[in-house]
Structure formats: structure tokens, C-alpha cells
């Protein structure tokens, strides 16, 4: 069902979607009271987060089941061109305990674990180390929004959670060329002159028997041979934890007819008393 329909429209395989909304119209935000400011920490964004971050662990919504689940989006310059994935977020370091700099060890910050590598998010900071996460905590009606400066965990912060990984993720790290081309076992056989059409129907034959994963589980098959017998496996070089460094951290709140609440913490100049960064609280229009 859509509010206005778009039948007489070919050009549209989607038009105003609802849901299950027999009106056609879009779900309302209602399940949470309004967000004011006395409801939010009033001298950290890192505080508060974990704060929501918990309320939606707990509470049991389908819509929460993973609240760890966040978008990582990245760019590339001088292109600009905008790429964006679904990551976990695997640590929330304090901020009084690591103090307010910037650098790669210094500043609390949201920390994601991947391939820097070969993958494209790796390119894109490369070039531009400005990087963006996103959670969406559907059954709360919870959105946040994290800005800020990203940079590479030192080796021995990388590691120490690598070996928190069951086996085969840690053989998979090695393994993966994230990104990289697939090719199908036969392609090198693709180019040998001209062929009958039944040789034709037998290629296609064993391209959809074989669409590239057997080069993957190749690279498996090779780590696996070259850590077999150890438990204690190094962390590659090329993957590692990213630590994104906030400058800008809003909280969103769903309220009916798009009039959502919306408050944005944007660090400024200095230090608190313990080290923290200092912030600057303003509600934002919806």
C-alpha cells in the first residue's frame, strides 16, 4: 500500500512504502516520552552513550537484538565518492582514562575491528581520515550519530583482541584479500580460441558450479596449513582495530510527526579537570 499510488507509473518499483499500514502512511514515533536535556549527561557524549547503549541491550526488542551493530562510512578524496558498511562496535574506551588527545593512542573513542588492507574503507582513510558510525536502535526509536577523527590500534591493542576470536575467524583474517576479485577456477581456460556451442553450454556449466569461492577457500586451506598446530595465531599485519576518535556526537529521539529531539555534544578547545574532553550541548531542529 502506498499514500499516493504509483500504478500508472512503471518507472517506480517503490513508491511511499508503509509497512503493513493500511492508510499508506508512514509509522508514527511513539514509543518513547519526549527527550529533553536534563535527560541526557550533561558533560559527556561517551557517558551518555553508554548509558543508551545499555538501555538497549536490556531491553529485549527485536529491534535491539544486536546494539552493537552500527554503519561505518568513510570517503574518498579528492574524489569524495562515499562508501558506508555494516560493522560491530567492539570496545567504548573512557574517556578520563585515556584522556582528550587526537592521536592513534591517545582519546576515547568507538572501536571497530577489520581488514585495512586490501578493503576499500582502508583506501578511502588512506586518503582522508575523517569517518562516521551510525546505530539505529529500532525498538527504542534511537538513532546516534558519531563524527570524528579514525586511526589504526597499535599492533599489541590489535592483538589483544584478536586472540579473543574463535579459531576460524582468526584463519579468516589471514586468509581474506578483502575486496579482491574472486576468479572462477576455469576462467583461465575462457580464452582458447574459438569453441562449439556445446562447449560453450559446458562452460557455463562449471561457472555456476564454481563462482569464485573456491580461490577463498583455497587461501583458507593455506592458512590453516601454515598455523596448524598452533593456538597462539599473530594478528596480520593489515587488520587491526580502528579507533574513530569523536568530534561531534548526536543523540536522536523519535517523537510523532518528524518532530524528533535531537541533541548534538561538539568538542571544543581543552581539557576537564581529569583529562576529558569538554563539550558543548545544543538540541538541534528535527
Known amino acids: 500500500m502506498a499514500l499516493h ?34 535527560d541526557l549527561d550533561a558533560t559527556s557524549p561517551i557517558r551518555q552513550f553508554h548509558r543508551w547503549f545499555g538501555e538497549a541491550q536490556r531491553s529485549g526488542l527485536p529491534g535491539c537484538a544486536h546494539p552493537e551493530t552500527c554503519c561505518l562510512a568513510t570517503a574518498a578524496l579528492p574524489s569524495g565518492r562515499v562508501s558506508s558498511r555494516v560493522v560491530y562496535l567492539k570496545e567504548l574506551e573512557d574517556e578520563s582514562a585515556r ?45 546516534v550519530r558519531v563524527e570524528g577523527r579514525a586511526a589504526r590500534l597499535t599492533p599489541e591493542e590489535s592483538q589483544a583482541y584478536f586472540d579473543t576470536r574463535v579459531r576460524g575467524s582468526r584463519i579468516g583474517a589471514w586468509a581474506s584479500r578483502q575486496s579482491q576479485v574472486l576468479r572462477p577456477s576455469n576462467s583461465a581456460d575462457n580464452n582458447n580460441g574459438g569453441s562449439s556451442s556445446s562447449g560453450s553450454k559446458d562452460k557455463d556449466d562449471a561457472d555456476d558450479a564454481d563462482d569464485g569461492r573456491k580461490e577463498l577457500e583455497g587461501w583458507v586451506s593455506e592458512a590453516e596449513e601454515r598455523f596448524q598446530g598452533e593456538e597462539r595465531i599473530p594478528v596480520p599485519e593489515y587488520w587491526g582495530g580502528l579507533r574513530i576518535i569523536p568530534e561531534s556526537v548526536e543523540f536522536w529521539q523519535g517523537r510523532p510527526n518528524r518532530l524528533h529531539d535531537r541533541f548534538l555534544y561538539t568538542k571544543e578547545e581543552g581539557t576537564t579537570k581529569d583529562g576529558g574532553a569538554v563539550w558543548t550541548l545544543n538540541r538541534l531542529s528535527p
Open 5 to 38: 499510488s504509483a500504478a500508472a507509473d512503471n518507472s517506480k518499483l517503490i513508491f511511499a512504502p508503509a509497512g503493513t499500514e493500511a492508510h499508506g502512511q508512514a509509522e508514527q514515533f511513539t514509543k518513547a516520552g519526549p527527550l529533553t536535556r536534563r
Open 99 to 143: 584522556g582528550s588527545g587526537s592521536g592513534s593512542g591517545s582519546g576515547s573513542g568507538f572501536v571497530v575491528y577489520s581488514n585495512f588492507g586490501t578493503s576499500r574503507k582502508a583506501a578511502d582513510l588512506a586518503t582522508n581520515p575523517w569517518a562516521s558510525l551510525t546505530f539505529w536502535w529500532e525498538g527504542l526509536e534511537r538513532q
